[in-house]
């Protein structure tokens, strides 16, 4: 029995075991005083049966008169932590003892027992102290806890986390803790003495939700055993967001091509703008901006949702052939962020538009003796289209004596003689004029000129017959 208990004795308290009387676990004499009183000291959880003291022994009393004596403990409790073997008064531990169970979290645990000895009465007090093991780990209240932390968090702000607790007292309860490694966060211990020792998180570098939405951290608790022991907790940090990015247009520069007269509802482009923040701090409206003219107005709509900027009224390359249009992309926060941007639109001319002839200077007729080469009206043909759409070819009928010839000034044209008219052969041309341009498909416009032959005294009187030939009768009167 006894050297068994030795082998347990080893196992808990190798240093006290060394040296102890009787090979006993912990029966070590503390002091003891004139009221007799003797302490003695065990380690919890030992096995029931084990030897805490030989208590006839520390109290010098005569073996052979002991088995008369019936030497027992006093006590009231049902469930006896000790007992005293009557012949030779050693004492039991009855069963395993709980430390944490008997005394809960004081800091002693001491157990008085009251003894009796018979013939003549005797009363001993006898007070074992249950020593702690280090049986109990560190525990948290929960195994994970979130916390929820603005992005907009300073550094330096401390948050306050639930202490671990361990059943055991003294150095075997937590000692310190132990923070996962981490950028942004580090620990802080505060010491409440008896209330133990709680954990403040501290922020020690700006968090960012846009580069890390979450931290994952574990705290550790450890206590002062050899090893110790420990227990984790694992710690989510939430980092909320603050409306602190604007939307940002993917694109630097926006420009595009329209045909003119586009359809309305043609979507001429469409924008895109992201931002980085989450819910209505990141949900991105379009719209133009206040200093848009009034009149791209009416030429253009945004759809405020999707960013397509759309036809809404006649686009004319004639009238204008580039818009510069000023939007702007704007998160739905309640103090909302916004960028502008230009989009720049560049009307593509279409050939919507005939040639027109004018004939700016005309003589209402002409001599027939008119030389070769003589100018008899001049014309200018212009085309409001632009380009090939705008490039204009003049022609004639090939079957009139005159001819186009064009002018050193652009687009003008004279209309001249090629040969000499004959008012008497043909005293009056109608020439049409076409005019047609160079865009695919081409248009065209014509105009006619109608020129006058005027008359000059080109011929002699002419005898209708020429000689006369007359013939007189003979024999007439005079008359
Ligand atoms: C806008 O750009 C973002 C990021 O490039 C992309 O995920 C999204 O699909 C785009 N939206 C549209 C409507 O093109």
Not at 304 to 331: C, F, H, N, P, W
Request: glycine share 6%.
């Amino acid at each position: 029995m006894i050297s068994g208990l030795t082998m347990e004795q080893r196992r808990y308290e190798p240093g006290r075991a060394r040296g102890c009387l009787l090979g006993c676990v912990a029966a070590l004499l503390l002091w003891s005083v004139a009221s007799a009183q003797l302490k003695y000291s065990i380690s919890e959880e030992v096995n029931e049966g084990t030897v805490v003291a030989n208590i006839a022994k520390d109290l010098g009393l005569d073996k052979s008169t002991l088995k008369d004596r019936k030497y027992r403990i006093v006590s009231g409790n049902a469930d006896p932590l000790f007992h005293v073997n009557q012949n030779d008064g050693i004492l039991y531990v009855s069963r395993k003892i709980d430390r944490e169970e008997v005394c809960a979290q004081s800091s002693t645990c001491l157990i008085n027992l009251k003894t009796v000895l018979e013939n003549p009465l005797e009363v001993h007090y006898v007070g074992v102290e249950v020593l702690d093991i280090n049986d109990n780990s560190p525990t948290f209240p929960e195994e994970e806890t979130t916390l929820e932390i603005s992005e907009s968090v300073l550094p330096g702000v401390r948050i306050q986390l639930k202490a671990s607790r361990d059943q055991d007292s003294g150095h075997f309860s937590v000692q310190h803790y132990k923070l996962s490694h981490n950028d942004h966060f580090r620990l802080e211990v505060k010491d409440k003495g008896d209330d133990g020792k709680i954990p403040i998180l501290v922020v020690q570098k700006s968090l960012d939700r846009e580069s890390a939405e979450s931290h994952s951290l574990v705290l550790t608790a450890l206590d002062g055993g050899k090893p110790p022991k420990s227990g984790d907790i694992d710690i989510l940090v939430n980092v909320l967001d603050i409306n602190d990015n604007a939307p940002i247009f993917t694109q630097d520069v926006y420009s595009v091509m329209l045909n003119e007269n586009a359809p309305v509802g043609t979507t001429v482009i469409q924008v895109n703008a992201t931002d980085l923040d989450e819910g209505p701090n990141g949900e991105v409206v379009y719209s133009f901006t206040n200093s848009m003219n009034k009149r791209l107005l009416k030429l253009f709509d945004i759809n405020q949702s999707t960013g397509e900027i759309i036809v809404k009224g006649l686009i004319d390359y004639e009238d204008k052939d580039r818009y510069e249009i000023e939007i702007r992309a704007s998160d739905k926060a309640l103090a909302p962020l916004a960028t502008e941007k230009s989009v720049i639109i560049r009307i593509v001319d279409v050939n919507d538009n005939a040639p027109e002839i004018e004939v700016t200077s005309f003589s209402s007729s002409i001599p027939e003796d008119s030389r070769p080469g003589t100018t008899v009206a001049l014309i200018s043909v212009n085309d409001l289209d632009s380009g090939l759409n705008g490039k204009v070819i003049c022609s004639i009928d090939e079957d009139v004596p005159f001819a186009l010839s064009p002018s050193l000034q652009d687009k003008m044209y004279s209309l001249v003689t090629k040969s000499t008219l004959d008012r008497e052969k043909q005293s009056q041309y109608i020439i049409t004029v076409f005019a047609k341009d160079a865009g695919q498909p081409s248009l065209s416009s014509e105009k006619t000129i109608s020129v006058v032959v005027s008359d000059v005294n080109d011929n002699s009187p002419e005898f209708s017959l020429s000689p006369y030939t007359f013939y007189v009768t003979e024999g007439n009167n005079p008359g």
